[in-house]
């Protein structure tokens, strides 16, 4: 029989019990059979066997935990990792019903008692408790819920539990039923997480994992190189296999390498750049777990959350959680901010005695084909083919496997499929790995800005990677300066927010470390760091021509610059990272640009890698450093367009229709939302031009794209085809950037109707040509600048996708529509916060959605600006479904409902058999509700059902449930345009 996970007590009791089958039979017998049962889950003697007078369950329990130490610290690996996480597990348990054990009265059941207990009605009741205590998760710390956050986790958890034991035992004997009321009235669940939480610190006396989770262990000051995490996981020592140690190997080997390896000559002074292991500063984080309020692509929302600096140890929590193997832990930065570097270390420092680390380069790897073929293309590329993952899997069978797959931003923007699940399918892989006993951890890192591309699960966790502080700056210099010219603390510090990114601190410590940087710089943007970055090395390329002279120095140096552009549109049109020389010479043709031959057609950059294949030629292929690179030459090139055909078309002594031929066969490919940052330089480069320039700027993007559907097909550049011939998609694409060009320059822009004032119906129909001829990743990323919040955990993301596309063509009519048909079928929610009068028609797919699938209601208060009309209407649908629904609702979910629902006045007065209901089922809720927050009639209505002498009379009710479910499809599937 396969044992089930550990987080569940009967898998935790199972693998407690695998080596142990004398005591495991003892157990399962003492509880009905519950633990080894193979079909239905006997209710009586699981539930009884831990209260009753013999109590025989809770001392083989006992005894187990207090030998489970000897047997985990006689473990490694994962059979490590399987004892301490069922150990915890069997804790919380043993914790809950200890206390539940001691506010039981000393009875016993009756045969009468045993056999309606499991027959009927009773049955049922019993088999879905039974299902909550040994089959569904415990509480268990992780990287976001530590032990502090774990205690008060399980006080709600053990708070649930005694309410459904109570609504199971309550027809017992009224000693039961007054001693679990008893129990939950005085908060007993708070006794339960006290014991628990004196366990756990006990077993962390002895248990190394439980001190890590606990964060008892020292904190070490170093801050390097993530050196604490490998002594925080390392508690035991194992020979290594073949193939684990080759991956051992290559992982290690990268703390030895130097942060930038290229021949130090391409740099023009002798630049030494540090290892790894020394420049590396572990940073400052944020920490959230995802759900369904949470904004992972908005950075003001992480500035609210603390800030930590503790990184390894979260770490450490999450490899030795059971969580990590079921789902990947989410790593967000800035462009720049180390996320690369930093999964380098990982791999690294995961100690082999417990883990097998593979990293994932994805922007090395295809983009379309499913993960775990993405994981062997790494470990070939990594091995020269010497290792695969099925044969590492196998061989890893004792230890966790971590996957690091790096670069989520860089796959969304080279796939040519929807790739918007990714995180979904790296949990399916997971599922999969797990059920063939090779449980995988993941971590996926990506751009804070595209986190809203993807679907995120809930209870993903996910770490933010925060801007340097100025010790870590300081820190870095000090490793910089013990090999370089001494760059000065106070010129980084000066230069504020770019010395907080590390590779930009890179960018700007070359700079300013070149002895031929002027002295008298002063505070640059990055626009002018990577501007003046770009002209020097260009300027040292081009002098290494020993015959050209100093008056053609300027042109060479436009040409290197100009090459370098032309390579990075190229790489962004083709939706990749790289470009091959072919693919550049092919380009620079098309373009009508100078391509040398015989040579390399881009100068040695240290921003430009070069890879060489030597087969009867010489196949070379280019890539930059960092992603910024690309994007800060793509924008460089847009706007320098820009600027010559507005100058050609309005600084003449006429007017002339722009000449837009270069710039359509330029951006007619891909929009460029899918490289953000690009707009973001573009903005930079226009706000450094002067009012007058930057005016004829936007006029002439304001022509381009009043007049795009009139356009002459293209005829001056047609060799230049980075992408397959389409007749739909250059239009598609060139009017997108054209819309995204004129919303960045122009501060007036402020709506659809200010890009066609003339003609509004030229805007709905531009978004269904963008629908047409983009790519799913294309038209999402245009659409991915609409402010708005979904639940996607069952619709697809070509669902939402249509509700974005019929939010921005402003179809409302569309759009209400699919909401609530979403709603139906899919349990979609849908709401925009910047227009308050949507939300009516959020909240009616809030209560559709609960009506078929969703269990709960949204309780987070009626925004400010939503007419009363509309929150008096929605509240009052609420509770008419409250009424319908709160005989099954625990009790503190109805006190909660009911607190929410009191704070909204109404138009009119409320019926008051809801009411009637809650009071009914939940006797005193009502008097529970704050007096402080009833508003309007509500105060009425509570008043007269506390006044009655009998709340139980439920004829009103039964009348009026009657009349709910004559109109109810009248007022909640209304599709009356508003």
């Known amino acids: 029989m396969r044992r089930e996970p550990a987080i569940t007590f009967r898998g935790a009791l199972q693998i407690l019990g695998h080596h142990d089958r004398p005591w495991l039979d003892r157990l399962n017998s003492a509880l009905g059979g519950v633990v080894l049962a193979s079909g239905a889950l006997p209710p009586v003697n699981a539930l009884w066997g831990w209260v009753d007078q013999k109590n025989e369950a809770m001392t083989l329990t006992r005894r187990a935990l207090d030998s489970v130490s000897d047997r985990v610290n006689g473990s490694h690996g994962l059979e490590r990792h399987q004892l301490v996480v069922a150990a915890h597990t069997t804790m919380v348990m043993a914790s809950f019903f200890e206390v539940v054990t001691r506010h039981l009265p000393g009875v016993e059941l009756t045969e009468g008692e045993k056999v309606m207990l499991a027959t009927g009605e009773w049955q049922q009741e019993g088999e879905s408790l039974v299902r909550q205590l040994y089959a569904a998760d415990v509480p268990a710390p992780s990287a976001v819920f530590g032990f502090a956050e774990n205690v008060h986790r399980v006080a709600e958890w053990g708070y649930y539990r005694l309410q459904e034991v109570y609504r199971f035992l309550r027809r017992l004997s009224p000693d ?48 390097s190189a993530l050196e604490r995490l490998e002594k925080l996981l390392s508690v035991a020592v194992q020979q290594t296999r073949d193939l684990r140690a080759v991956v051992r190997a290559i992982n290690h080997s990268e703390l030895d390498r130097p942060v930038i390896e290229l021949d130090s000559a391409g740099y023009g002074f002798g630049a030494v750049f540090p290892s790894v292991a020394d420049i590396f500063r572990t940073p400052h984080f944020r920490l959230a777990q995802a759900s369904k309020e949470s904004w992972p692509a908005d950075e003001n929302w992480w500035s609210e959350l603390p800030q930590y600096d503790d990184l390894d140890l979260v770490l450490a929590r999450h490899f030795s959680s059971t969580a990590s193997t079921s789902l990947p832990l989410l790593l967000l930065g800035h462009p720049g901010a ?10 690294a420092r995961l100690p082999d005695s417990g883990y097998t680390v593979v990293r994932v380069p994805l922007r090395q790897v295809d983009a379309d084909v499913p993960v775990v073929e993405q994981i062997q293309q790494a470990l070939h590329a990594a091995t020269n083919r010497r ?77 933010k990677l925060d801007e340097f502080d100025d010790d870590q700056i300081a820190e870095w210099i000090s490793v910089w300066n013990r090999s370089n010219r001494p760059m000065p603390l106070e010129t980084a510090l000066a230069h504020g927010e770019l010395a907080r990114q590390p590779l930009l601190l890179l960018m700007l410590t070359l700079y300013f470390t070149d002895p031929e940087t002027p002295a008298t710089d002063a505070e640059l943007s990055q626009v002018d760091l990577y501007d ?85 030629s010489v196949q070379r292929s280019y890539e930059f450093l960092h992603a910024t690179f690309n994007e800060h030459l793509v924008a460089a090139r847009i706007v320098e367009e820009l600027r010559d055909v507005a100058a050609a078309s309005l600084r003449g002594r006429r007017f002339r229709e722009p000449d837009d031929a270069l710039l359509f066969a330029l951006l007619s490919h891909q929009p460029l939302a899918i490289q953000q940052p690009t707009l973001e330089f573009v903005l930079q480069r226009l706000l450094r031009l002067d009012d007058d320039e930057r005016d004829d700027v936007i006029k002439t993007v304001g022509w381009l794209l009043e007049h795009y559907r009139r ?28 819309v995204l060009l004129r919303v960045v320059a122009d501060p007036d822009v402020s709506s659809a109707r200010d890009l066609w004032p003339d003609s509004p119906e030229t805007w709905p129909s531009t978004v269904n040509l963008w629908s047409a001829g983009l790519d799913a990743q294309g038209f999402r990323a245009m659409l991915s600048n ?36 979403h709603a139906v ?19 009616l797919s809030v209560l559709l959605s609960v009506t078929t699938s969703v269990p709960e209601l ?121």
């Open 338 to 347: 180390g996320k690369s570097l930093l999964t380098k270390v990982l791999a």
């Open 532 to 616: 003046r970055l770009f002209d020097t090395y260009a300027r040292r390329e081009a002098k290494k021509d020993p015959s050209l002279p100093e008056r053609g120095l300027p042109e060479a140096v436009g040409t290197q610059l100009r090459r370098l552009s032309t390579a990075a549109l190229g790489m962004f049109n083709r939706g990749r990272q790289s470009i091959t020389e072919a693919e550049l010479s092919a380009d620079l043709k098309g373009l009508k640009e100078p391509s040398p031959q015989g040579e390399r057609l881009l100068g040695e950059f240290f921003f430009v890698h070069s890879a060489e294949a030597v087969t009867s």
């Open 858 to 978: 949204d309780l987070s208060p009626v925004p400010d600006g939503v007419p009363l009309e509309d929150a008096s209407e929605m509240v009052l649908r609420a509770y008419a479904l409250f009424g319908r629904t709160c005989p099954d609702m625990p009790r503190e979910s109805v006190r909660k409902f009911l607190t929410w629902l009191v704070q909204t006045p109404t138009s009119a007065p409320p019926v008051s058999a809801p009411f009637l209901l809650a009071e009914h089922v939940h006797r005193g809720v009502l008097r529970e509700i704050e007096p402080a927050v009833v508003r309007g009639h509500w105060r009425n209505v509570i008043d007269a059902v506390l006044a009655a002498d009998e709340p139980a009379d439920l004829s009103v009710t039964a009348d009026y449930l009657a009349e709910v479910n004559r109109i109810e499809s009248q007022w909640m599937y209304s599709n009356k345009p508003r």
């Open 786 to 821: 609409q402010e708005g919040t979904a639940d996607l955990a069952n619709a697809s993301v070509a669902a939402f996708d249509q509700l974005s596309a019929a939010r921005l063509r402003e179809d409302e009519y569309t759009e209400r529509r699919l909401r609530i048909g």
């Open 825 to 843: 079928l899919d349990g979609l929610r849908y709401y925009y916060d910047d227009r308050p009068d949507t939300w009516r028609d959020y909240y």
């Open 711 to 738: 356009r002459h097909p293209a005829q001056n550049y047609p060799d230049y085809r980075p992408l397959p011939p389409d007749v739909v998609r250059p239009i598609a694409a060139y009017s997108a950037n054209l």
């Open 176 to 223: 039961f039923s007054r001693a679990v009321r008893r129990m939950i009235e005085d908060e007993v669940h708070e006794h339960v997480a006290r014991r628990y939480y004196a366990n756990f610190l006990t077993m962390a006396t002895t248990v190394h994992e439980f001190k890590v989770w606990s964060d008892l262990v020292e904190h070490a000051a170093t801050r």
């Open 387 to 463: 290792v695969d993952w099925a044969d590492l899997a196998d061989q890893s069978e004792d230890v966790i496997r971590v996957v690091l797959l790096d670069g989520l931003d860089e796959l969304l923007q080279a796939t040519t499929n929807d790739r918007g699940g990714y995180l979904r399918e790296i949990q399916d892989f997971q599922r999969i790995e797990a059920a063939c006993d090779r449980p995988v951890a993941v971590v996926v890192t990506s751009r804070t800005l595209v986190a809203d591309r993807v679907r995120i699960p809930d209870g993903t966790p996910m770490v």
